[in-house]
Protein backbone atom coordinates (compact mmCIF):
# COMPACT_ATOMS: atom_id res chain seq x y z
CA UNK A 1 0.00 0.00 0.00
CA UNK A 2 1.16 3.30 -0.77
CA UNK A 3 -0.18 7.04 -0.63
CA UNK A 4 -1.55 8.41 -3.36
CA UNK A 5 -0.65 11.33 -5.20
CA UNK A 6 -3.73 12.87 -4.92
CA UNK A 7 -4.44 12.42 -1.24
CA UNK A 8 -0.92 14.38 -0.49
CA UNK A 9 -2.10 17.03 -3.25
CA UNK A 10 -5.31 17.23 -1.19
CA UNK A 11 -3.38 17.65 2.50
CA UNK A 12 -1.92 20.83 0.31
CA UNK A 13 -5.32 22.25 -0.40
CA UNK A 14 -6.40 22.45 3.10
CA UNK A 15 -3.50 24.32 4.28
CA UNK A 16 -3.50 27.70 4.04
CA UNK A 17 -0.70 29.68 1.32
CA UNK A 18 0.50 32.77 0.36
CA UNK A 19 2.65 32.55 -2.62
CA UNK A 20 5.91 33.67 -2.57
CA UNK A 21 7.72 31.33 -5.54
CA UNK A 22 7.84 30.32 -9.27
CA UNK A 23 6.85 26.80 -8.81
CA UNK A 24 7.82 24.07 -10.21
CA UNK A 25 12.08 24.77 -10.49
CA UNK A 26 13.84 22.84 -13.01
CA UNK A 27 15.61 19.61 -12.90
CA UNK A 28 18.80 19.85 -14.62
CA UNK A 29 21.52 17.59 -15.45
CA UNK A 30 25.28 18.20 -14.09
CA UNK A 31 27.18 16.18 -16.88
CA UNK A 32 29.92 18.78 -17.31
CA UNK A 33 30.12 18.45 -13.89
CA UNK A 34 30.22 14.79 -14.01
CA UNK A 35 32.75 14.30 -17.18
CA UNK A 36 35.11 17.17 -14.98
CA UNK A 37 35.44 14.23 -12.15
CA UNK A 38 35.66 11.62 -14.32
CA UNK A 39 38.44 13.26 -16.42
CA UNK A 40 39.97 12.91 -12.48
CA UNK A 41 39.76 9.28 -12.32
CA UNK A 42 36.71 9.45 -9.96
CA UNK A 43 34.28 7.00 -10.56
CA UNK A 44 31.21 8.17 -10.60
CA UNK A 45 27.10 7.65 -11.19
CA UNK A 46 25.60 7.34 -14.50
CA UNK A 47 23.47 10.17 -13.68
CA UNK A 48 24.14 13.30 -11.69
CA UNK A 49 21.12 16.07 -11.81
CA UNK A 50 20.55 19.01 -9.80
CA UNK A 51 17.25 20.57 -8.21
CA UNK A 52 17.33 24.63 -8.96
CA UNK A 53 15.79 25.54 -5.63
CA UNK A 54 17.77 28.23 -5.96
CA UNK A 55 15.57 29.89 -8.80
CA UNK A 56 12.37 30.14 -6.89
CA UNK A 57 12.59 33.82 -7.49
CA UNK A 58 11.48 36.28 -5.13
CA UNK A 59 14.56 37.84 -3.24
CA UNK A 60 16.72 36.03 -5.01
CA UNK A 61 15.56 32.41 -4.36
CA UNK A 62 16.09 29.61 -2.37
CA UNK A 63 14.12 27.03 -0.41
CA UNK A 64 13.31 28.93 2.36
CA UNK A 65 11.26 30.46 -0.58
CA UNK A 66 8.72 27.22 -0.44
CA UNK A 67 8.81 26.53 3.09
CA UNK A 68 7.74 30.27 3.88
CA UNK A 69 5.05 30.10 1.57
CA UNK A 70 2.96 28.32 4.22
CA UNK A 71 4.47 30.43 7.18
CA UNK A 72 3.71 33.94 5.95
CA UNK A 73 0.04 32.34 5.41
CA UNK A 74 0.18 31.29 9.12
CA UNK A 75 0.94 34.21 10.65
CA UNK A 76 -1.51 36.20 8.68
CA UNK A 77 -3.95 33.65 10.31
CA UNK A 78 -2.91 34.49 13.57
CA UNK A 79 -3.59 37.95 13.10
CA UNK A 80 -0.14 39.41 13.50
CA UNK A 81 0.67 42.44 11.78
CA UNK A 82 4.55 42.52 13.42
CA UNK A 83 7.31 39.64 12.33
CA UNK A 84 10.30 39.69 15.68
CA UNK A 85 13.25 37.05 14.03
CA UNK A 86 16.67 36.02 15.86
CA UNK A 87 19.21 35.18 13.26
CA UNK A 88 22.95 34.85 12.31
CA UNK A 89 24.64 37.25 10.25
CA UNK A 90 24.02 35.02 7.78
CA UNK A 91 21.31 33.91 7.88
CA UNK A 92 18.95 33.72 4.21
CA UNK A 93 15.89 32.90 6.20
CA UNK A 94 16.07 36.63 7.29
CA UNK A 95 16.28 37.42 3.71
CA UNK A 96 12.80 35.03 3.43
CA UNK A 97 10.88 36.88 5.88
CA UNK A 98 11.84 40.18 5.07
CA UNK A 99 10.47 38.78 1.44
CA UNK A 100 7.15 37.33 2.59
CA UNK A 101 6.84 40.54 5.34
CA UNK A 102 7.04 43.29 2.60
CA UNK A 103 4.54 41.14 0.20
CA UNK A 104 2.31 40.70 2.79
CA UNK A 105 2.61 44.13 4.49
CA UNK A 106 3.65 42.89 7.49
CA UNK A 107 6.04 44.66 9.67
CA UNK A 108 9.77 43.32 10.34
CA UNK A 109 12.01 43.19 12.78
CA UNK A 110 15.77 41.43 12.22
CA UNK A 111 17.78 40.72 15.78
CA UNK A 112 21.34 40.21 14.14
CA UNK A 113 22.98 38.36 16.61
CA UNK A 114 26.53 37.72 15.57
CA UNK A 115 29.66 39.08 13.39
CA UNK A 116 27.68 42.54 14.79
CA UNK A 117 30.61 44.45 13.40
CA UNK A 118 30.84 43.09 9.92
CA UNK A 119 29.51 45.12 6.78
CA UNK A 120 25.96 45.56 6.12
CA UNK A 121 26.11 43.19 2.77
CA UNK A 122 24.10 39.91 1.41
CA UNK A 123 21.22 39.09 2.88
CA UNK A 124 21.00 42.00 5.60
CA UNK A 125 21.31 44.53 3.17
CA UNK A 126 18.35 42.58 1.07
CA UNK A 127 16.87 42.51 4.80
CA UNK A 128 17.26 46.31 4.79
CA UNK A 129 16.07 47.01 0.89
CA UNK A 130 13.14 45.27 1.92
CA UNK A 131 11.88 47.46 4.23
CA UNK A 132 13.48 45.31 7.81
CA UNK A 133 14.57 47.00 10.75
CA UNK A 134 17.69 45.68 11.87
CA UNK A 135 18.82 45.34 15.13
CA UNK A 136 22.06 44.05 15.74
CA UNK A 137 23.01 42.44 19.49
CA UNK A 138 25.69 39.92 20.32
CA UNK A 139 23.97 36.28 20.57
CA UNK A 140 23.90 36.56 24.68
CA UNK A 141 21.54 39.39 24.26
CA UNK A 142 19.66 38.51 21.00
CA UNK A 143 16.44 37.42 23.39
CA UNK A 144 16.54 40.41 25.52
CA UNK A 145 16.23 42.59 22.52
CA UNK A 146 13.50 40.57 20.44
CA UNK A 147 11.61 40.80 24.01
CA UNK A 148 12.37 44.56 24.41
CA UNK A 149 10.62 45.07 20.82
CA UNK A 150 7.85 42.82 21.48
CA UNK A 151 6.89 44.96 24.49
CA UNK A 152 7.38 48.07 22.71
CA UNK A 153 4.82 46.60 19.74
CA UNK A 154 2.34 45.77 22.02
CA UNK A 155 2.53 49.00 23.76
CA UNK A 156 1.81 51.01 20.39
CA UNK A 157 -1.20 48.79 20.16
CA UNK A 158 0.45 45.93 17.43
CA UNK A 159 0.15 42.31 17.23
CA UNK A 160 3.64 41.03 17.39
CA UNK A 161 5.17 37.81 16.89
CA UNK A 162 8.29 36.21 17.95
CA UNK A 163 8.84 33.75 15.21
CA UNK A 164 11.78 31.58 16.70
CA UNK A 165 8.68 30.66 19.45
CA UNK A 166 6.65 29.24 16.96
CA UNK A 167 6.67 25.54 16.83
CA UNK A 168 5.24 25.52 13.16
CA UNK A 169 8.53 27.49 12.34
CA UNK A 170 10.59 23.58 12.13
CA UNK A 171 7.24 21.69 10.32
CA UNK A 172 6.78 24.17 7.33
CA UNK A 173 10.41 23.05 5.85
CA UNK A 174 9.44 19.20 5.51
CA UNK A 175 5.88 20.58 4.55
CA UNK A 176 7.76 22.55 2.03
CA UNK A 177 9.64 19.90 0.61
CA UNK A 178 6.87 17.02 0.71
CA UNK A 179 5.63 18.87 -2.12
CA UNK A 180 8.77 19.07 -3.49
CA UNK A 181 8.34 15.19 -3.89
CA UNK A 182 5.65 15.62 -6.31
CA UNK A 183 7.55 17.82 -8.01
CA UNK A 184 10.36 15.62 -8.25
CA UNK A 185 8.67 12.20 -8.71
CA UNK A 186 6.79 13.64 -12.34
CA UNK A 187 10.40 15.43 -13.55
CA UNK A 188 12.00 12.29 -12.75
CA UNK A 189 9.11 10.02 -14.91
CA UNK A 190 9.40 12.82 -17.50
CA UNK A 191 13.39 12.38 -17.52
CA UNK A 192 13.18 8.47 -17.59
CA UNK A 193 15.15 8.64 -14.27
CA UNK A 194 15.13 4.50 -13.20
CA UNK A 195 16.54 2.82 -10.16
CA UNK A 196 17.68 4.48 -6.88
CA UNK A 197 17.89 7.97 -6.15
CA UNK A 198 19.70 9.61 -3.63
CA UNK A 199 18.94 13.35 -2.83
CA UNK A 200 21.93 15.54 -1.74
CA UNK A 201 21.95 18.26 0.58
CA UNK A 202 20.20 20.74 2.77
CA UNK A 203 20.13 19.54 6.87
CA UNK A 204 16.86 19.13 8.48
CA UNK A 205 13.98 20.42 7.61
CA UNK A 206 13.70 19.84 3.64
CA UNK A 207 15.45 16.53 3.00
CA UNK A 208 13.10 15.08 5.43
CA UNK A 209 10.20 16.03 3.51
CA UNK A 210 11.63 14.43 0.53
CA UNK A 211 12.68 11.25 2.47
CA UNK A 212 8.92 11.68 4.17
CA UNK A 213 7.61 11.60 0.51
CA UNK A 214 9.38 8.36 -0.96
CA UNK A 215 8.48 6.23 2.06
CA UNK A 216 5.28 7.15 2.25
CA UNK A 217 5.17 6.31 -1.97
CA UNK A 218 7.16 3.66 -1.82
CA UNK A 219 9.96 4.97 -3.86
CA UNK A 220 13.56 4.14 -3.62
CA UNK A 221 15.07 7.72 -3.14
CA UNK A 222 17.68 7.87 -0.20
CA UNK A 223 18.85 10.74 1.17
CA UNK A 224 22.49 12.79 2.84
CA UNK A 225 22.86 15.73 4.25
CA UNK A 226 25.73 17.26 4.78
CA UNK A 227 26.21 18.96 8.25
CA UNK A 228 26.51 22.93 8.00
CA UNK A 229 27.07 23.32 11.63
CA UNK A 230 28.62 21.37 15.08
CA UNK A 231 26.23 19.38 16.82
CA UNK A 232 25.27 15.60 17.54
CA UNK A 233 24.29 13.50 14.27
CA UNK A 234 22.17 11.52 16.60
CA UNK A 235 20.19 14.48 18.27
CA UNK A 236 19.65 15.94 14.54
CA UNK A 237 18.71 12.52 13.43
CA UNK A 238 16.01 12.52 16.48
CA UNK A 239 14.74 16.12 15.69
CA UNK A 240 14.90 15.41 12.28
CA UNK A 241 12.42 12.06 12.48
CA UNK A 242 10.07 13.77 15.12
CA UNK A 243 9.39 16.68 12.59
CA UNK A 244 8.63 13.72 9.83
CA UNK A 245 6.49 12.16 12.18
CA UNK A 246 4.42 15.55 13.37
CA UNK A 247 4.40 15.98 9.66
CA UNK A 248 3.11 12.42 8.44
CA UNK A 249 0.34 13.00 10.94
CA UNK A 250 -0.94 16.25 10.10
CA UNK A 251 -1.49 15.08 5.97
CA UNK A 252 -2.29 11.46 7.11
CA UNK A 253 0.47 9.34 5.90
CA UNK A 254 1.35 5.77 6.17
CA UNK A 255 4.90 6.02 7.89
CA UNK A 256 6.86 8.99 9.24
CA UNK A 257 10.56 9.25 10.09
CA UNK A 258 13.05 7.77 12.06
CA UNK A 259 16.55 8.45 12.80
CA UNK A 260 17.91 5.81 10.36
CA UNK A 261 15.69 7.49 7.53
CA UNK A 262 18.64 10.26 6.88
CA UNK A 263 22.41 9.67 6.43
CA UNK A 264 24.48 12.91 8.01
CA UNK A 265 27.62 13.56 7.12
CA UNK A 266 29.79 15.91 9.83
CA UNK A 267 33.27 15.58 8.33
CA UNK A 268 32.23 18.67 5.41
CA UNK A 269 31.35 21.43 7.51
CA UNK A 270 34.33 23.15 7.75
CA UNK A 271 35.30 24.78 10.89
CA UNK A 272 32.36 26.78 12.00
CA UNK A 273 28.89 27.41 10.87
CA UNK A 274 30.04 30.71 8.32
CA UNK A 275 33.79 29.36 7.81
CA UNK A 276 34.05 27.60 4.54
CA UNK A 277 37.63 25.25 3.92
CA UNK A 278 39.27 24.56 1.26
CA UNK A 279 36.90 21.65 0.17
CA UNK A 280 34.52 24.42 -0.07
CA UNK A 281 36.15 27.05 -2.09
CA UNK A 282 37.71 24.38 -4.51
CA UNK A 283 33.51 22.67 -4.93
CA UNK A 284 32.41 26.51 -5.68
CA UNK A 285 35.57 26.84 -8.08
CA UNK A 286 34.77 23.61 -9.96
CA UNK A 287 31.05 23.71 -10.11
CA UNK A 288 31.09 27.00 -11.71
CA UNK A 289 33.66 26.66 -14.14
CA UNK A 290 32.36 23.18 -15.44
CA UNK A 291 28.40 24.13 -15.01
CA UNK A 292 28.03 28.19 -14.69
CA UNK A 293 26.19 26.90 -11.71
CA UNK A 294 27.30 29.47 -8.54
CA UNK A 295 26.71 27.66 -5.17
CA UNK A 296 27.39 29.58 -1.75
CA UNK A 297 30.07 29.04 1.12
CA UNK A 298 27.93 28.56 3.90
CA UNK A 299 25.67 25.79 2.36
CA UNK A 300 25.29 24.63 -0.81
CA UNK A 301 29.32 24.99 -1.10
CA UNK A 302 29.48 22.43 1.63
CA UNK A 303 26.80 19.99 0.31
CA UNK A 304 29.04 19.80 -2.60
CA UNK A 305 32.22 19.07 -1.29
CA UNK A 306 30.52 16.48 0.62
CA UNK A 307 29.47 14.83 -2.78
CA UNK A 308 32.56 15.83 -4.20
CA UNK A 309 34.60 14.21 -1.29
CA UNK A 310 32.59 10.70 -0.81
CA UNK A 311 32.63 10.45 -4.73
CA UNK A 312 36.39 10.41 -4.65
CA UNK A 313 36.57 8.22 -1.70
CA UNK A 314 34.66 5.90 -3.03
CA UNK A 315 31.61 5.62 -1.18
CA UNK A 316 28.97 6.16 -3.29
CA UNK A 317 27.04 3.65 -5.05
CA UNK A 318 27.28 3.74 -8.75
CA UNK A 319 23.77 2.40 -9.65
CA UNK A 320 22.07 5.51 -7.41
CA UNK A 321 21.21 8.76 -9.22
CA UNK A 322 22.57 11.50 -7.70
CA UNK A 323 19.64 14.41 -7.80
CA UNK A 324 21.74 17.52 -5.72
CA UNK A 325 19.61 20.35 -4.32
CA UNK A 326 20.69 23.32 -5.12
CA UNK A 327 19.08 25.02 -2.26
CA UNK A 328 20.36 28.88 -2.98
CA UNK A 329 22.03 30.88 -0.33
CA UNK A 330 23.79 32.92 -3.12
CA UNK A 331 23.12 36.59 -1.53
CA UNK A 332 25.85 35.61 0.93
CA UNK A 333 28.67 35.03 -1.70
CA UNK A 334 29.38 38.22 -1.45
CA UNK A 335 30.05 38.32 2.19
CA UNK A 336 32.63 35.78 1.50
CA UNK A 337 34.52 37.47 -1.68
CA UNK A 338 38.14 37.50 -0.08
CA UNK A 339 38.29 34.16 -0.21
CA UNK A 340 38.05 33.50 -3.85
CA UNK A 341 41.27 36.74 -4.08
CA UNK A 342 44.50 34.66 -5.36
C1 LIG B 1 20.79 27.98 1.39
C2 LIG B 1 20.30 27.03 2.44
N1 LIG B 1 20.41 25.72 2.22
C3 LIG B 1 20.00 24.81 3.14
C4 LIG B 1 19.48 25.19 4.35
C5 LIG B 1 19.03 24.17 5.33
O1 LIG B 1 17.74 23.88 5.07
P1 LIG B 1 16.69 23.25 6.09
O2 LIG B 1 15.89 24.40 6.57
O3 LIG B 1 15.94 22.35 5.23
O4 LIG B 1 17.35 22.57 7.19
C6 LIG B 1 19.34 26.55 4.63
C7 LIG B 1 18.81 27.00 5.94
O5 LIG B 1 19.06 28.06 6.41
C8 LIG B 1 19.75 27.50 3.66
O6 LIG B 1 19.63 28.81 3.87
Redo the contacts with the bound molecule.
Keep these: MTVTRDHIRAGFEKLPRFKLSHLNTPLEPLDRLRQTLIDEGVSVPNRMLVKRDDVTGLAFG ?3 GRHFEFEIAHILEGGFDTVININHYH ?3 ARFIAAGCAKAGLKYHIVSIDMVTAPITGNLLLCKLMGAEIHRAPADYGRQVAEKIFARVEAEGGKPYILPDDPFVDLM ?1 TIGFLETGLELEEQFENAGVEGPVRMWG ?6 AGLRLYAKNRGLDWRATAVQYSPGSIENFQQVTADRGTQVAEMFDLEVGLDGSDLIVLDAYRGPAYGEPDEGVIEAILKVGKAEGLIL ?1 PN ?2 GKSMSGLIGELREGRIDPDETICFIH ?3 LPQLFAHADKFVD
Design positions: GNKSNQGLTGRSIDYTSGG
